[in-house]
């Protein structure tokens, strides 16, 4: 299964998407394998600008598997947020929840966001980058 973080959404949802990207992503759809997470739909809802492009982005969404945010969840992102700062690497707690979440559903996390990077560099976080390509290209 892949989580999809909301860096890889926006370069794939956005009226010039970057291609690679977007035909990862729908691959991914097509054989029925993404997963999303609450933070990441806040993300990406908050983003929106009208109810219609709301509605039909959150319908979207919503038909997804979802990994839910319950108490173990939340330990395992304060354990990881303190393992991290304790390496002299801080992140933002968005980010870790979203590694957290990735790491305890044993997903691939999809992304374009260098943070994701560096803590799989220092824990069991599996990733799918497309950091170096979006640089290149954007």
Not at 96 to 108: T, Y
Request: charged fraction near 25%; glycine fraction near 4%.
């Amino acid at each position: 299964m892949v989580l999809v973080d909301t860096s890889a959404w926006i370069f794939a949802l956005r009226k010039n998407p970057f291609i690679p990207l977007k035909d990862r992503i729908d691959h991914l759809l097509e054989i029925d394998v993404v997963f999303t997470f609450g933070m990441i739909k806040l993300e990406i809802l908050s983003g929106v600008k009208t109810k219609g492009e709301f509605d039909c982005l959150k319908n979207r969404l919503d038909a997804l598997y979802e990994i839910s945010t319950d108490a173990k969840l939340w330990e395992t992102a304060g354990q990881l947020a303190f393992d991290l700062k304790r390496k002299g690497l801080t992140f933002p707690c968005t980010d870790i929840l979203i590694a957290s979440a990735a790491i305890q559903s044993k997903a691939i996390l999809l992304h374009a966001d260098l943070h994701f990077d560096l803590i799989a560099r220092q824990t069991e976080l599996k990733v799918e980058s497309y950091v170096s390509q979006v640089q290149e290209d954007f």
